[in-house]
């Protein structure tokens, strides 16, 4: 059988959670996926340069990175969890709706920072629910869960694509792509390119043609709030209901009923670690631990803050780098691209979920991120070969699909569940992809756009830097957690022998008694 009967009845008892956990995470990749094709047509919009428009990226990811660091705290009660859940997704289609509306750019960012809070708080809370219910078998399920992210990132490009503008593209990044490369295109050098001063870049009929692809997210995304206020209602947690129905850590004891006895117990400290990063400081639990704990969580964090990165900088960057000298494409077929990396995402999490029960997450850690480099490495070399872009553009999303859930389950097993890696690595994921738009932004402005590529491949490398030493520092740490327990047998005293008079039989009376007159005969 493909999936053990243990796990198909941990996921049958938890059906319902686990969907709606699944479907918020859809919203999350609706909001991350629509920046990068509709980027240089709300740079229109609003009026902006690149680098400006850049900030509201940088808005998004920072409320992204709050709401991710907050989001823990919803978590205590499965109220709190969901109605979180819930007006994270309402807001998330909200800010879909107005987004039509920002005419500034301050206005834009604005509405970003509101749907980054709403995705931080959605990614916490998700992920924290996920291993909460499945713990040692969460990787399948996380590998799941992130599938549906690149679901809705894969959905937004191919809404987004049949209302891009054909007059909004970047002139400044062309003229210092030319000057850094030397590849020029004659026919992309023509009036159709407005200077970058110009406000209001594109007439109103192209505004308006791009706001059908908003209000048509909002639309698509209505139904994820829905499902989430269906299982409060399943679970009586609406005012107008009783409250009669188990709450979250019921369900998740009797999902474990399949498990050892001892195990049972975990769930106290674990939600105790992993309610935010303040009550990880202060979690009397945590005393003790080697150095190493605290160093894998740091360790991992970094791996994501690289790969999150990357994906945040391919993602939103790519249309500017195809649509500038030396690929110099057509918007259209430009606007494809976007719509590549999230299928290839959604195809590297869908083929990573059978995947993840087959081999540990290590290995799947080292392959795709040894993939992610070489593919980087060769878009580099290829920079010319818009074939090789597209190809490329899938086998990177194919590599670095599943790095997230792997991290996270290959923390949280060397960890053994204690401690906050969940919002530890969702705090750093957010910090690298808000940190790194905005530095690639700002360079593209200044050094072209092939140094997206550049920066990508730097990143990378550092990221797989991190994760060997991951992998060195788990050994260190198994080692000095066994001779800790090791020493802590040999130091604790033995327990005392219960007297003889109490436990031993009537013919043990006898021996010891015989034993100590003859003891006393030859003394």
């Given at each position: 059988?493909?999936?053990?009967?243990?796990?198909?009845?941990?996921?049958?008892?938890?059906?319902?959670?686990?969907?709606?956990?699944?479907?918020?995470?859809?919203?999350?990749?609706?909001?991350?996926?629509?920046?990068?094709?509709?980027?240089?047509?709300?740079?229109?919009?609003?009026?902006?340069?690149?680098?400006?428009?850049?900030?509201?990226?940088?808005s998004q990811q920072l409320c992204l990175l709050i709401g991710s660091f907050t989001g823990g705290a919803f978590t205590k009660t499965l109220f709190g969890a969901l109605i979180a859940l819930f007006l994270s997704s309402l807001i998330i289609s909200v800010v879909f709706a107005i987004i039509p509306l920002c005419y500034n750019v301050l206005l834009l960012a604005v509405a970003m920072a509101v749907s980054g809070l709403a995705m931080g708080?959605?990614?916490?809370?998700?992920?924290?629910?996920?291993?909460?219910?499945?713990?040692?078998?969460?990787?399948?399920?996380?590998?799941?869960?992130?599938?549906?992210?690149?679901?809705?990132?894969?959905?937004?490009?191919?809404?987004?694509?049949?209302?891009?503008?054909?007059?909004?593209?970047?002139?400044?990044?062309?003229?210092?792509?030319?000057?850094?490369?030397?590849?020029?295109?004659?026919?992309?050098?023509?009036?159709?390119?407005?200077?970058?001063?110009?406000?209001?870049?594109?007439?109103?009929?192209?505004?308006?043609?791009?706001?059908?692809?908003?209000?048509?997210?909002?639309?698509?995304?209505?139904?994820?709030?829905?499902?989430?206020?269906?299982?409060?209602?399943?679970?009586?947690?609406?005012?107008?209901?009783?409250?009669?129905?188990?709450?979250?850590?019921?369900?998740?004891?009797?999902?474990?009923?399949?498990?050892?006895?001892?195990?049972?117990?975990?769930?106290?400290?674990?939600?105790?670690?992993?309610?935010?990063?303040?009550?990880?400081?202060?979690?009397?639990?945590?005393?003790?631990?080697?150095?190493?704990?605290?160093?894998?969580?740091?360790?991992?964090?970094?791996?994501?803050?690289?790969?999150?990165?990357?994906?945040?900088?391919?993602?939103?960057?790519?249309?500017?780098?195809?649509?500038?000298?030396?690929?110099?494409?057509?918007?259209?077929?430009?606007?494809?691209?976007?719509?590549?990396?999230?299928?290839?995402?959604?195809?590297?999490?869908?083929?990573?979920?059978?995947?993840?029960?087959?081999?540990?997450?290590?290995?799947?850690?080292?392959?795709?991120?040894?993939?992610?480099?070489?593919?980087?490495?060769?878009?580099?070399?290829?920079?010319?070969?818009?074939?090789?872009?597209?190809?490329?553009?899938?086998?990177?999303?194919?590599?670095?699909?599943?790095?997230?859930?792997?991290?996270?389950?290959?923390?949280?097993?060397?960890?053994?569940?204690?401690?906050?890696?969940?919002?530890?690595?969702?705090?750093?994921s957010g910090m690298g992809e808000m940190t790194l738009q905005v530095l690639v932004g700002s360079l593209i402005q200044k050094k072209g756009s092939y140094i997206f590529l550049v920066c990508g491949l730097v990143t990378g490398c550092l990221g797989f830097i991190f994760l060997l030493s991951m992998i060195l520092c788990n050994r260190i740490h198994r080692n000095l957690t066994g001779v800790s327990k090791k020493a802590a047998m040999v130091?604790?005293?033995?327990?005392?022998?219960?007297?003889?008079?109490?436990?031993?039989?009537?013919?043990?009376?006898?021996?010891?008694?015989?034993?100590?007159?003859?003891?006393?005969?030859?003394?």
């Amino acid at each position: 059988m493909l999936i053990e009967e243990r796990i198909l009845t941990l996921f049958r008892r938890n059906c319902q959670h686990t969907l709606t956990y699944w479907s918020v995470f859809f919203s999350f990749g609706l909001s991350i996926a629509f920046l990068g094709p509709t980027i240089l047509d709300l740079k229109c919009q609003t009026g902006s340069t690149l680098q400006e428009i850049t900030w509201v990226f940088f808005s998004q990811q920072l409320c992204l990175l709050i709401g991710s660091f907050t989001g823990g705290a919803f978590t205590k009660t499965l109220f709190g969890a969901l109605i979180a859940l819930f007006l994270s997704s309402l807001i998330i289609s909200v800010v879909f709706a107005i987004i039509p509306l920002c005419y500034n750019v301050l206005l834009l960012a604005v509405a970003m920072a509101v749907s980054g809070l709403a995705m931080g708080i959605i990614d916490t809370i998700a992920n924290f629910q996920l291993v909460s219910i499945y713990k040692k078998d969460s990787a399948i399920f996380l590998q799941a869960l992130h599938f549906f992210i690149g679901l809705g990132a894969l959905v937004s490009p191919l809404i987004a694509e049949p209302f891009l503008s054909e007059h909004c593209l970047s002139s400044n990044s062309t003229e210092n792509a030319t000057e850094i490369l030397h590849h020029f295109r004659s026919s992309y050098r023509s009036p159709v390119i407005l200077p970058e001063s110009s406000p209001h870049s594109g007439p109103v009929e192209e505004k308006a043609s791009v706001s059908y692809a908003f209000w048509i997210m909002a639309l698509i995304n209505l139904p994820v709030p829905i499902a989430v206020l269906v299982l409060m209602y399943q679970e009586k947690l609406l005012p107008c209901c009783p409250n009669s129905t188990p709450r979250l850590l019921d369900k998740d004891e009797l999902a474990m009923e399949t498990k050892a006895p001892e195990i049972t117990e975990m769930p106290e400290p674990h939600n105790a670690g992993h309610g935010n990063i303040f009550s990880c400081c202060i979690n009397g639990n945590l005393r003790g631990l080697p150095v190493t704990f605290f160093v894998i969580h740091i360790l991992g964090g970094m791996v994501l803050f690289m790969t999150e990165g990357i994906m945040g900088v391919y993602a939103g960057f790519v249309y500017t780098y195809a649509v500038s000298a030396p690929m110099s494409l057509h918007t259209k077929m430009a606007g494809y691209l976007n719509c590549i990396f999230w299928a290839a995402v959604t195809a590297g999490r869908l083929v990573s979920i059978p995947l993840s029960y087959r081999f540990k997450p290590v290995h799947l850690l080292i392959t795709n991120l040894v993939g992610v480099n070489v593919t980087l490495l060769l878009l580099m070399i290829l920079y010319t070969n818009t074939v090789f872009l597209f190809v490329g553009t899938t086998l990177l999303g194919l590599f670095i699909s599943s790095v997230f859930p792997c991290i996270l389950a290959y923390t949280e097993d060397i960890l053994n569940y204690r401690g906050c890696a969940t919002t530890v690595l969702v705090t750093t994921s957010g910090m690298g992809e808000m940190t790194l738009q905005v530095l690639v932004g700002s360079l593209i402005q200044k050094k072209g756009s092939y140094i997206f590529l550049v920066c990508g491949l730097v990143t990378g490398c550092l990221g797989f830097i991190f994760l060997l030493s991951m992998i060195l520092c788990n050994r260190i740490h198994r080692n000095l957690t066994g001779v800790s327990k090791k020493a802590a047998m040999v130091e604790a005293p033995p327990a005392p022998a219960p007297p003889a008079s109490e436990k031993a039989t009537p013919e043990q009376k006898v021996a010891v008694i015989q034993l100590e007159s003859i003891k006393c005969d030859s003394g």
